[in-house]
């Protein structure tokens, strides 16, 4: 596997704020949540975004693609869907008398997972393997995906009807757990007027990055220093959701990396070469929530995930912000 041409951190930010410049072109008024979608690439990793219709998954999805160059696929997860129309299949061919592969739509660079939660757990489990290890196993061959390759999931966090609860291996998978929310009025009125302007209803934005742009940014995260006081802030973190009180199950050392990585990636995109106690903080609640469980006899009293982490942000001492690191070396 050939290694990305380097980049300096300056390059890396300049990238990272002309791919959310050229995204919010589309999706207006989301900048913090943009930011977030995109450390959450750039740390390589997959995206949960739980919200209500219309309010821009889809399109921030498609928009991402359009700016990091990467080609992109939409999966509508319906009940009747198979792992196979995932992943792909055998299929006879005829002619020559022979099984012939037909890749499925997540051999792409961009998957956008649309309404995971609405097909069953068979076909969600389609999805570990590809998140994992960036490869599909069919009829006991192993085939490996494109790089870049990442997954966009939205979930509709209100309606419950004909919908399938993702497993906790499942939502382990996932780096980042977010919401857009709704725009305020100002913004709103933007979305109405461009759409005005326009005169259609389809909209593209330009290319900002291609693949080895990308993977060219993603390895200038790996050179972003974390002090050992931020490292062992993050720790004591999630180790505190283990052990609060409304905690069934709390967050995985997985949860841990997930909070190091995306910070790394969240520093690029702000212009540093060192993670800060902001970062982790930002991170928090996307990086945790989906990863604790609260107790089942404290649902009626409306504890979640979100609570516990807020609680423990509240207790856990925050180490002092370091101006500079000692020295630029990806140490986590």
């Not at 995971?116 to 757990?121: G, L, M, Q, W």
């Not at 109405?192 to 302007?197: A, E, H």
């Not at 949860?255 to 970062?279: F, Q």
């Not at 207790?315 to 630029?328: F, I, L």
Request: charged share 20%; net charge negative; aromatic share 4%.
């Amino acid at each position: 596997m050939t290694h990305p041409t380097p980049v300096d951190p300056t390059e890396a930010t300049r990238a990272a704020t002309a791919v959310l410049d050229t995204v919010e072109r589309a999706v207006v008024g989301k900048r913090d949540s943009l930011e977030l979608v995109l450390a959450g690439i750039l740390a390589g990793g997959h995206v949960l975004i739980e919200d209500l219709p219309g309010l821009g998954k889809t399109l921030a999805a498609r928009s991402f693609a359009q700016a990091l160059g990467l080609p992109f696929t939409r999966a509508q997860f319906t009940p009747d869907l198979l792992p196979s129309d995932l992943t792909g299949a055998e299929v006879f061919d005829q002619r020559n008398g022979e099984f012939l592969f037909r890749p499925g739509p997540v051999f792409t660079g961009l998957l956008l997972a649309d309404e995971v939660n609405r097909t069953p757990p068979k076909t969600q489990s389609a999805l570990l393997e590809a998140m994992q290890e960036r490869q599909v196993t069919v009829e006991g061959t192993t085939r490996a995906l494109p790089r870049p390759f990442h997954v966009l999931a939205t979930a509709n966090p209100i309606e419950h009807e004909g919908t399938y609860p993702l497993p906790e291996a499942q939502l382990d998978r996932f780096l980042l757990r977010l919401s857009f929310g709704y725009p305020t009025a100002a913004d709103e009125w933007d979305v109405v007027s461009r759409r005005l302007d326009r005169r259609r209803e389809e909209q593209s934005v330009t290319e900002v990055l291609d693949r080895e742009g990308l993977l060219a940014v993603q390895e200038a995260v790996e050179d972003v220093h974390v002090e050992d006081a931020i490292g062992h802030y993050a720790v004591e973190l999630v180790a505190a959701t283990r052990t609060h009180q409304h905690s069934l199950v709390g967050a995985s050392p997985r949860g841990t990396l997930a909070l190091i990585t995306c910070a790394r990636a969240l520093a690029v995109i702000r212009g540093r070469t060192y993670v800060v106690p902001e970062d982790i903080k930002a991170l928090a609640h996307p990086a945790l929530d989906h990863r604790v469980t609260v107790k089942p006899e404290l649902w009626l009293q409306n504890a979640t995930g979100a609570g516990v982490v807020e609680s423990v942000l509240s207790q856990v001492p925050v180490p002092a912000a370091t101006e500079a690191p000692a020295a630029v070396g990806g140490r986590a």
